[in-house]
T-cell receptor
Framework: KNQVEQSPQSLIILEGKNCTLQ??????????LRWYKQDTGRGPVSLTI?????NTKSNGRYTATLDADTKQSSLHITASQLSDSASYIC?????????????FGRGTSLIVHP | GAGVSQTPSNKVTEKGKYVELRCDPI?????LYWYRQSLGQGPEFLIY????????DSGLPNDRFFAVRPEGSVSTLKIQRTERGDSAVYLC?????????????FGSGTRLTVV
């Protein structure tokens, strides 16, 4: 069964600090891996998308890395801001079997304190 | 439209009633997905449409749940005889064919509360 596990479940940091969120997955082979940011009461918004051949992808202060050998991805947030407080969800889409149904992690809840 | 639109944004219904949730995808997106998200959880897949047909409905929890997309654009998720356990945020997403594209976009969801 395809699984996506994220850690930590929740994280509290001070404004201006950096943090790294982890994602381990079993989906294989996969088409792409995405990181989403979901604000409370809103739908998820895509931050990065990577194919299996990419190692890193940046979007402003967000940098995602991917190690397809160990099936791990991380999302690094630099110089955190209060607006970064949200849930961050890792999503892996398979590439086999004709089905492109993504598998979602449960998310990491990030709280940035002033 | 510019984004995925879901209506209503909030719905409160009594146990046992029937509800319909609407999703208006991005124009030209052939793939449409429904998800259910409970508090503190990631989205849970329900059903996937490619055009007018349901390509994968394996996530529908039981026969009280049904979805249609008669003209290949707007989709309606229908829930019969609602139960309190159906309370969740129902998210819709659309994309270019097969989710290979960059355009996978979520709506803001419909928060369903069954009392």
């Amino acid at each position: 069964k395809n699984q996506v596990e994220q850690s930590p479940q929740s994280l509290i940091i001070l404004e201006g600090k950096n943090c790294t969120l982890q994602c381990n997955y079993t989906v294989s082979p996969f088409s792409n891996l995405r990181w989403y940011k979901q604000d409370t009461g809103r739908g998820p918004v895509s931050l990065t998308i990577m194919t299996f051949s990419e190692n890193t992808k940046s979007n402003g202060r967000y940098t995602a890395t991917l190690d397809a050998d160990t099936k791990q991805s991380s999302l690094h947030i630099t110089a955190s801001q209060l607006s970064d407080s949200a849930s961050y969800i890792c999503v892996v889409t398979p590439s086999s079997g004709g089905s492109y149904i993504p598998t979602f992690g449960r998310g990491t809840s990030l709280i940035v304190h002033p | 439209g510019a984004g995925v639109s879901q209506t209503p944004s909030n719905k409160v219904t009594e146990k046992g009633k029937y509800v319909e949730l609407r999703c208006d995808p991005i124009s030209g997106h052939t793939a449409l997905y429904w998800y259910r998200q409970s508090l503190g959880q990631g989205p849970e897949f329900l059903i996937y449409f490619q055009g007018t047909g349901a390509a994968d409905d394996s996530g529908l929890p039981n026969d009280r749940f049904f979805a249609v997309r008669p003209e290949g654009s707007v989709s309606t998720l229908k829930i019969q005889r609602t139960e309190r356990g159906d309370s969740a945020v129902y998210l819709c997403a659309s994309s270019t064919s097969g989710d290979r594209g960059e355009g996978y976009t979520f709506g803001s969801g419909t928060r369903l509360t069954v009392v």
